[in-house]
């Protein structure tokens, strides 16, 4: 079946760090992986996408990877400030259909 | 990218009762998405709305516990009836996002989402 897996454990981390977030996935065909941001009482919030046929993008202190032979992306934010705290889900596009999305991990950056 | 609007922001309900929540987007939109998001679960697509056709629900959901309006281009409304515990969720309505320059990618954007407690 398909499975789109996210820590369910929060992330805790020390302002100034880096977090890093991991989406595994199994019997998915992503043309893109999609991250979004999620605060308290808000809906999820697009952050960026990485195509199947990239490696690596940046979007100023995010990083996000996506390796499709281990069906996994990770996502990185570099120097995290507490306001960074807010579950971050992954989503899978298939490119034909809305994505499906992941139930996310909560990230807490404690100053 | 489409602003959305929601409404109720929250609720708490009685068992047996019927509520309705609203969507409004700021732009025309040919589909708008209505999401379930149990606690520490995942987002769940319930139905794809479009305007002047029926709604197309996912699997496990049926039209006469959450019957969906699409009236226009800019609107929508989901029902949730005769409510038990177990509808306690949050209900998020969603649009895709034009004007990305990403060929192909289907980006979302939500609107806040409707806090509902089942008593």
């Known amino acids: 079946s398909q499975k789109i897996e996210q820590n369910s454990e929060a992330l805790n981390i020390q302002e100034g760090k880096t977090a890093t977030l991991t989406c595994n996935y199994t019997?998915?065909?992503?043309?893109?992986l999609q991250w979004y941001r999620q605060d308290p009482g808000r809906g999820p919030v697009f952050l960026l996408l990485?195509?199947?046929?990239?490696k690596e993008k940046r979007k100023e202190r995010l990083k996000v990877t996506f390796d499709t032979t281990l069906k996994q992306s990770l996502f990185h934010i570099t120097a995290s400030q507490p306001a960074d705290s807010a579950t971050y889900l992954c989503?899978?596009?298939?490119?034909?259909?809305?994505?499906?999305f992941g139930r996310g991990t909560s990230l807490i950056v404690h100053p | 990218s489409a602003v959305i609007s929601q409404k109720p922001s929250r609720d708490i309900c009685q068992r047996g009762t019927s509520l309705t929540i609203q969507c409004q987007v700021d732009?025309?939109?040919?589909?708008m998405f209505w999401y379930r998001q149990q606690p520490g679960q995942s987002l769940t697509l319930i139905a794809t709305?479009?305007?002047?056709?029926?709604?197309?629900?996912e699997s496990g959901f049926v039209i006469d516990k959450f019957p969906i309006s699409r009236p226009n281009l800019t609107f929508s409304t989901l029902t949730v009836s005769n409510m038990s515990p177990e509808d306690s969720s949050i209900y998020l309505c969603?649009?895709?996002?034009?004007?990305?320059?990403?060929?192909?990618?289907?980006?979302?954007?939500f609107g806040a989402g409707s806090r509902l407690t089942v008593l």
């Open positions: 732009s025309q939109v040919t589909m």
């Open positions: 019997n998915y065909s992503p043309a893109y």
């Open positions: 989503a899978l596009d298939e490119g034909s259909y809305i994505p499906t």
């Open positions: 709305a479009n305007q002047g056709s029926e709604a197309t629900y």
């Open positions: 990485i195509r199947e046929n990239e």
């Open positions: 969603s649009v895709e996002v034009t004007g990305t320059g990403i060929s192909g990618a289907n980006v979302l954007t």
